[in-house]
């Protein structure tokens, strides 16, 4: 049975047609990377997936139609970051991580040990623990952005949806996310990010899916998406290409001539 | 850091409680301490009873009922707008409350039936709800709320003022307009068991939303991925908000700012976060209008100096200094 199951996904936000019969089935264990050019669906189908979007199709999650389920079961299958790092108020960076744990919690359910120490692995995973008791509007945009990974991560779902994590990143802490997801989903949790950095994707996503116009152009190992033409046709860029002891290395080095005029 | 919440709530506790007593002992009336708490508590002591049950004890309970309410309704639709500028006045009851009970004064039916005041303020709230709702739609975002509650609060304040403008005469004019200051005079305990069901109702709703503001805290997409339903957010703080400060506004007018202050003011002592917020809010409240209700009385006995002209004259500057500090941190 697979984790998730979508199957003609359409989507439809006024009159323009943003997904358009998508069909994916993701097992437990994978990293997918979600990619495609800006406007292509991701954060749609991100979105859709989760229930946040009215949609038509079917999204089966856990072997149940996503439709069945009530909020809180849901949220307990699936965790999401949203692209936005939107951080309403000066709670600490510690409060924050543990608003993760709300649809475990009971109405009235107080903080209890094992929500401490999911919170302090979350914690120790996107290397936040410095600034714990800070207060998390005040932290630089990538500090926020891991602090955030973290909240998700600390709702401890099968299912992490991710829109851009590695937005705002540094290149250490790109790295770091990327070999946390791919643990994470070896260990626990099956990851689905979206991203524009192919590079990244290349070397760490056990699976990618390319979008395109609100549909799936390619889907398997990274070397089978990311080839010349693919690239060429969806991004409109050549690439430089090479497989290598560490993975496939992926360069955009020009835009081609179509695109430049 | 828990103890230090419990701490601050207690304070609060006490605070409200200590000016609830005082309240109780403010007044033309010049009454002996013990003498006036024997005779509220024991019923014995003919007039003086009657001064303390009829007079005072509803007004130190409408301070309470009407400033928890203000305060709590003001933490939550911060919480659930993610705005520190949201008051309960934005969605547009108060003012639909107040013209409510101008119709009322307007119209003469409160000479005739004296209920008939609050009934209709209650009335003006509960239709200001539904044009708001209306107008947001379902699952609305903040923006659209917001601009309903101008919508609605404009079009109330419009009618209110062409009931001014067609006033019979000068005499109800000055009426509609004393009422609308805020104030809690000569309030009976009928006005208390005709609010407190609304409001304790409205309070029951606001409570509970305290853990959904804290997922909204990130927005309402991760808040509604943790599980919460962002369409019943919207319905509980509209309807609480309408139940307990429509109520509220009912019995007393219009009372600003506190709604507005009180959250602001308390929020860096709970850390910022939104379901802290809520009870320490509500006490701040009480304190807030029993401490302007009582000063009322001692700053200028006879001349009824109105509570909400009070609140207004303290809070805006207040205010000001706010936004002033807000400023400068931004900078």
Not at chain 2, 44 to 61: F, S, T
Not at chain 2, 283 to 310: H, W
Request: hydrophobic content about 55%; overall charge positive; some cysteine.
């Amino acid at each position: 049975m697979s984790l998730l199951h979508v199957s003609d996904l359409q989507v439809s936000l006024g009159t323009k047609k943003v997904l358009n019969g998508i069909g994916l089935a993701v097992e437990k264990g994978e990293f997918i990377g979600l990619i495609g050019p800006n406007g292509a669906g991701k954060s749609t189908l991100l979105k859709t997936i989760l229930g946040l979007i009215a949609s038509s199709g079917n999204i089966i999650l856990n072997g149940r139609p996503s439709s069945s389920l009530s909020l809180l079961e849901r949220a307990r299958l699936a965790a999401y970051l949203p692209q936005e790092r939107e951080i309403g108020w000066a709670i600490s960076v510690e409060r924050l991580i543990m608003l993760g744990r709300i649809p475990h919690k009971g109405a009235f359910a107080a903080i209890d040990p094992h929500d401490l120490l999911v919170v302090d692995a979350a914690m120790r995973r996107m290397d936040v623990e410095a600034f714990r008791h800070r207060s998390a509007q005040e932290l630089s945009g990538g500090e926020k952005a891991r602090v955030l990974i973290a909240r998700a991560m600390a709702q401890e779902a099968p299912l992490l949806l991710a829109d851009e994590p590695t937005a705002g990143l540094d290149p250490a802490h790109q790295i770091g996310l990327m070999q946390s997801f791919a643990q994470m989903a070896k260990e626990s949790s099956t990851v689905i990010a979206s991203m524009h950095d192919l590079g990244l994707a290349a070397r760490w996503c056990t699976r990618l899916v390319l979008i395109h116009n609100g549909q799936i152009v390619a889907d398997g190992a990274p070397k089978i998406v990311l080839t010349r033409a693919n690239l060429h046709q969806v991004f409109g860029v050549e690439v430089y290409l090479e497989a290598t002891a560490q993975g496939l290395i992926v360069q955009p080095v020009a835009m081609t001539d179509s695109k430049n005029g | 850091m828990k103890d230090r919440y419990f701490l601050l709530l207690a304070c609060l506790g006490l605070l409200t409680l200590v000016l609830f007593i005082l309240s109780l002992l403010t007044g033309p009336a010049s009454l002996c301490v013990s003498d006036s708490l024997h005779a509220l508590l024991t019923g014995r002591g003919d007039a003086i009873v009657l001064v303390m049950r009829e007079i005072r004890l509803p007004r130190a309970l409408l301070g309470v009922l009407i400033g928890a309410s203000l305060g709590l309704s003001g933490a939550v639709l911060q919480g659930y707008l993610r705005n520190p500028l949201a008051e309960p006045g934005l969605l547009g009851i108060s003012a639909s409350a107040s013209l409510g009970a101008v119709i009322a004064i307007y119209t003469g039916l409160s000479l005739v039936f004296p209920l008939a005041l609050p009934l209709m303020a209650l009335a003006g709230a509960v239709i200001a709800v539904f044009i708001v709702q209306m107008l947001a739609g379902k699952g609305a975002g903040v923006l659209t709320i917001i601009l309903a509650g101008v919508a609605v609060s404009s079009l109330a304040g419009a009618m209110t003022s062409l009931a001014l403008n067609l006033s019979p005469n000068p005499f109800a004019a000055m009426e509609v307009v004393y009422w609308m200051l805020g104030s809690l005079t000569d309030r009976s305990m009928l006005h208390v068991q005709l609010a407190a069901p609304f409001i304790l109702i409205g309070w029951v709703l606001l409570f509970s939303l305290g853990r959904s503001l804290d997922a909204l805290t990130l927005g309402s997409d991760a808040a509604a991925s943790m599980g919460v339903s962002i369409k019943r957010v919207q319905w509980l703080a509209i309807l609480g908000t309408a139940a307990s400060v429509g109520a509220s506004t009912a019995v007393s007018g219009a009372i600003g700012f506190v709604g507005l202050i009180i959250p602001h003011l308390l929020r860096p002592l709970v850390g910022s976060q939104p379901s802290k917020l809520l009870p320490v809010s509500a006490l701040g409240g009480a304190s807030i209008i029993l401490a302007a209700d009582i000063l009322v009385r001692i700053i200028a006995p006879g001349r009824d100096l109105k509570l909400g002209v009070l609140t207004a004259i303290v809070g805006a500057p207040f205010f000001l200094w706010l936004v002033f500090r807000t400023r400068r941190t931004a900078l």
